[in-house]
């Protein structure tokens, strides 16, 4: 690669992660851009640095002091994720939150140094480590964003009420008690910090597809049969592509998870419903209302939701 090139990649890194940030005031109330923070006093100290060896120096010792953040935020968002959605919990991921954003602020602008040097005085030494160093800053920074909206989902997932094993569930009542939990998640949501995370959580896939739910189960020809198709394309959909599913690394179920895979254990559902998911929103021009997620998930397992669900499990 190109050393022009792999300043221009950081560069883009560092405006992604731009548009990633916090309001002003959840950024004045966190954000610590005092020489005060480690994190910062290091990142100006490899700033001022121009020799090659030096800023390598420099370097290890930032990304040092970043793991231990990183870590931090890491166990913030696990204590959440894991059903501990107590006031002290949430306002500890706050703080966790905002100092692992400025850190990868100070890593990524660190990054763009090293690079702007190495343009500069035509040094290609450390060119494949700075590389292998950036991919990992991008893996790191989606992992913010995905982490974050995860924390958004459970935090409203925990008000969802548990569903027994073997208990008798009605799914026209069960899909409405989802959407008024999602429509109530943050409606009290003062806090600045709060009010950003109820912003992701509005624009999330998962809150849209609690909508494509509602909007299938509250349609007049909609039957219990395809509401279950619904729940469990919908469930499939999250324990497989999403961070925190159960193919996730930290995952121990989210609450919603939990409760789809509940219904779909107890529901049954009449022999003679033998219309399919996919052939009930076409007939009825519901397309638009499938979410582009769950629309993606849906086209690479057609055949599977093509099927219809006759029984569910005893």
């Known amino acids: 690669m190109a050393l022009s090139k792999l300043e221009s990649e950081i560069q883009e890194t560092i405006t992604s992660l731009e548009k990633m940030k916090p309001p002003q005031r959840v950024v004045q109330q966190f954000f610590d851009s005092s020489e005060k923070n480690p994190i ?13 060896g ?10 040092r002091a970043f793991g231990e953040i990183k870590l931090h935020f890491e166990n913030a968002a696990k204590a959440i994720l894991e059903g501990n959605c107590t006031d002290t919990s949430k306002e500890k991921f706050e703080e966790r939150a905002m100092h692992y954003y400025t850190a990868l602020q100070v890593v990524s602008g660190c990054q763009l140094h090293i690079a702007e040097q190495m343009r500069i005085q035509q040094k290609r030494t450390i060119m494949i480590r700075v590389e292998t160093l950036h991919e990992k800053l991008k893996k790191d920074i989606d992992s913010y964003h995905n982490t ?7 935090v409203a997932d925990h008000q969802l009420r548990n569903i027994n094993k073997g208990e008798k569930v009605s799914l026209d009542e069960v899909i409405p008690h989802i959407k008024a939990v999602y429509d109530r998640a943050y409606h009290d949501a003062h806090n600045p910090f709060w009010r950003w995370i109820k912003n992701r959580f509005i624009k999330s896939d998962r809150t849209k597809e609690i909508e494509f739910l509602n909007q299938i189960s509250k349609h007049p020809q909609c039957n219990e049969s395809i509401r279950l198709q619904a729940i469990r394309l919908v469930h499939d959909k999250i324990i497989k592509t999403e961070m ?6 930290i995952y121990k179920g989210s609450k919603l998870g939990k409760l789809l895979e509940r219904v779909i254990e107890n529901k049954n559902v009449e022999k003679d419903k033998d219309e399919t998911l996919v052939d009930f929103i076409n007939k009825n021009d519901l397309n638009d209302a499938i979410p582009d997620g769950l629309k993606d998930y849906l086209a690479k397992t057609y055949l599977e939701y093509g099927k219809s669900i006759t029984a569910g499990n005893q």
């Not at 910062?40 to 090659?52: C, P």
């Not at 974050?148 to 459970?154: G, K, T």
């Open 40 to 52: 910062n006093k290091i990142g100006a100290d490899l700033k001022d640095k121009k020799e090659i």
């Open 54 to 63: 030096e800023m390598e120096g420099e370097y290890t010792k930032l990304i």
């Open 148 to 154: 974050v909206e995860s924390v958004a989902l459970e």
């Open 244 to 249: 925190f599913g159960k193919e996730g690394k």
